[in-house]
């Protein structure tokens, strides 16, 4: 038995080798030798003469041409001094229910006296210096004493946008609320299963219009919606009607802020702008005017706010300015009476930045707001 199993054994040998010529025969009739050979997998910027870059290396080259690395390129870019976010004032907000009392003595504001500035309720701020022993009622800075109706403001918002070494290679933006992840554009696409937290930094390397809505990318198969980000996407070229090679760009449709050196990016962060009618008027305008502190108001009864003790305030088209707004807790969507808010760490680190005649260029690259100047009043706040 076991010379029978080595004799076909031996047969099977004999003839296995003309089964594998047939093979190669066959192969070489249905596919000519041309020469080519396959790349090894990886990301081919330019096209390779002596391979053929297919397979896995046509996606890596893809994701190489959008800027897109593994690991991911870090942003060459770090966190302003925290301490750009603290100031030397108090803030009380007053309630929004009641009209606006003024009072010149402590006596008058315990006895509710008609002895008083008086206006219509609305969006009031002061700057205080001190309480009296009840913690009831409030001296301004102003020398006036106001009741405590409404709040002391504890803790002021600590966002702050980024410094940069360079100009970065990609577009970037911060999240202004926690947002989902999508394998792919569009609100019908699988989640991943991720979300972004609020106020995370991420990279975009490619913007695609899906449900009438931009979405970003912002790793591989990670896609967020573009309305929930405010992007900067970085360019150097000075713009049409700015002369120099420094200036601050704000970007209504992104609601963003970027700043340029020598023409190159060396700041950035997310705003909050005029808000529909108070639109922040696009154009080239230059800072007129800079105070460390301003007292904004606006006596309209319909309207009426006054802010006490406005940090770095900085003049650029009448009565909008560059400015701090203790007041925000967000920022990433229009919200001001035309003034373009920044965190208080943000708005100092640009106010030491700046000088009087550095350019303010405003735009929006949407077409969305109005270039009519109609429409523009003075603005404020």
């Known amino acids: 038995m076991k010379l029978r199993i080595a004799h076909l054994l031996s047969i099977a040998l004999l003839l296995l080798p003309s089964v594998v010529v047939k093979a190669q025969e066959t192969a070489q009739d249905n596919e000519p030798v041309n020469g080519a050979v396959v790349c090894q997998p990886g990301a081919y910027l330019v096209v390779p003469d002596d391979c053929l870059a297919i397979g896995p290396s046509i996606y890596l080259s893809?994701?190489?041409?959008?800027?897109?690395?593994?690991?991911?390129?870090?942003?060459?870019?770090?966190?302003?001094?925290?301490?750009?976010?603290?100031?030397?004032?108090?803030?009380f907000r007053y309630s929004d229910q009641m009209p606006t009392r003024f009072y010149p003595s402590l006596a008058d504001a315990q006895a509710k006296s008609e002895n008083a500035l008086t206006y219509a309720p609305g969006f009031?701020?002061?700057?205080?210096?001190?309480?009296?022993?009840?913690?009831?009622?409030?001296?301004?800075?102003?020398?006036?004493?106001?009741?405590?109706?409404?709040?002391?403001?504890?803790?002021?918002?600590?966002?702050?946008?980024?410094?940069?070494?360079?100009?970065?290679?990609?577009?970037?933006?911060?999240?202004?609320?926690?947002?989902?992840?999508?394998?792919?554009?569009?609100?019908?696409?699988?989640?991943?299963?991720?979300?972004?937290?609020?106020?995370?930094?991420?990279?975009?390397?490619?913007t695609e219009v899906a449900d009438n809505m931009e979405w970003n990318l912002i790793g591989p198969g990670q896609w967020v919606e573009g309305r929930k980000v405010a992007v900067v996407t970085p360019n150097p070229v000075t713009p049409e009607g700015v002369t120099g090679n420094r200036w601050i760009e704000v970007n209504l449709k992104e609601q963003s802020l970027a700043v340029y050196d020598n023409n190159q990016l060396v700041f950035a962060t997310m705003i909050a702008t005029g808000a529909k009618p108070f639109w922040t008027r696009p154009g080239a305008f230059q800072i007129f005017e800079k105070k460390e502190s301003e007292t904004m108001r606006n006596n309209d009864p319909s309207d009426f706010y006054y802010l006490e003790d406005v940090p770095y305030t900085m003049y650029f088209d009448g009565a909008r300015a560059l400015h701090a707004a203790y007041w925000r807790t967000h920022f990433g969507f229009p919200q001001s009476h035309g003034c373009v808010n920044l965190s208080v760490g943000d708005a100092h680190w640009l106010f030491d930045w700046a000088s009087v005649g550095d350019w303010v260029y405003v735009h929006d690259p949407s077409g969305e707001t109005p270039t009519d100047p109609a429409l523009y009043s003075s603005g404020a706040y």
């Open 62 to 91: 893809e994701l190489a041409r959008l800027g897109m690395t593994n690991p991911p390129r870090p942003l060459p870019a770090s966190k302003p001094s925290a301490d750009l976010a603290q100031i030397p004032h108090r803030y």
């Open 124 to 206: 009031v701020y002061i700057s205080y210096t001190s309480m009296d022993e009840s913690g009831h009622f409030f001296l301004s800075k102003g020398g006036y004493w106001i009741r405590g109706d409404g709040y002391r403001v504890q803790e002021l918002p600590t966002f702050q946008g980024l410094v940069f070494n360079e100009t970065p290679r990609v577009a970037f933006g911060w999240t202004f609320e926690t947002i989902p992840v999508k394998s792919a554009p569009g609100y019908s696409s699988a989640d991943t299963g991720d979300e972004i937290p609020l106020w995370s930094v991420v990279q975009v390397y490619k």
